[in-house]
């Protein structure tokens, strides 16, 4: 059973850049039926969808980000990572890496994990 | 992008009612589409991926439909358990997104 864990910072200044990174174990990042994702969610909001990144290190990020995003995967520590950079206070959300499982066509988010909330304040 | 909404925002039932909620998609999206449970101070749990397939482990009470635009997600005898908020999520362009989730409550 797959499992993924988030791990970074709990506080970032505003201005500064968000740097999270995701284990995942029982499974391997060096797989092509996967996009690695990072979804964020707002204090009592919906679910917002932030980027993947492709084993191959190909990325795509949701364009309401403008270029503030930047993903990253380590495939030799089973890691992905996430840039966000510019942080205000708008940014304060609940994080969450997710697999995007797409080998069989069928496109979905079926492992998730746990979040980390993130508070930009000075 | 393809912009989701779900009706109702938030509803009241009772353990042992059927319970829809419904989703529309901004465009035809054929039947990519998927629905998660999140309860509060967990991550989403997905429980119907492709408009109508039950994710391994999801109780049977859950069960989607629809295609197109149009969608539904149905729980036959809601449980304790059950309540919780519920979001669709369409999967048919690289750029995914999220409706903005439907509440149940007692």
């Known amino acids: 059973q797959v499992q993924l864990q988030e791990a970074g910072p709990g506080l970032v200044k505003p201005s500064e850049t968000l740097s999270l990174t995701c284990t995942v174990s029982g499974g391997s990042v060096n797989s092509g039926t996967y996009y690695w994702s990072w979804i964020r969610q707002h204090p009592g909001k919906g679910l917002e969808w932030i980027g993947y990144?492709?084993?191959?290190?190909?990325?795509y990020y949701n364009p309401s980000l403008k270029s503030r995003p930047s993903m990253s995967i380590d495939t030799s520590r089973n890691q992905f990572s996430l840039k966000l950079s510019s942080m205000t206070a708008a940014d304060t959300a609940v994080y969450y890496c997710?697999?995007?499982?797409?080998?069989?066509?069928?496109?979905?988010?079926?492992?998730w994990g746990q979040g980390i909330m993130v508070t930009v304040s000075s | 992008d393809i912009q989701m909404t779900q009706s109702p925002s938030s509803l009241s039932a009772s353990v042992g009612d059927r319970v829809t909620i419904t989703c529309r998609a901004g465009q035809i999206i054929s039947t990519f589409l998927n629905w998660y449970q999140q309860k509060a101070g967990e991550a989403p749990k997905l429980l119907i991926y492709s408009a109508s397939n039950l994710q391994s482990g999801v109780p049977s009470r859950f069960s989607g439909n629809g295609s197109g635009t149009d969608f539904t997600l149905t729980i036959s005898s809601l449980q304790p358990e059950d309540f919780a908020t519920y979001y669709c999520?369409?999967?048919?362009?690289?750029?995914?997104?999220f409706g903005p989730g439907t509440k149940v409550d007692i």
């Open positions: 999520q369409q999967s048919y362009i690289k750029f995914r997104s």
């Open positions: 990144i492709y084993f191959t290190g190909t990325t």
């Open positions: 997710a697999r995007d499982s797409i080998g069989d066509y069928l496109p979905r988010f079926d492992s």
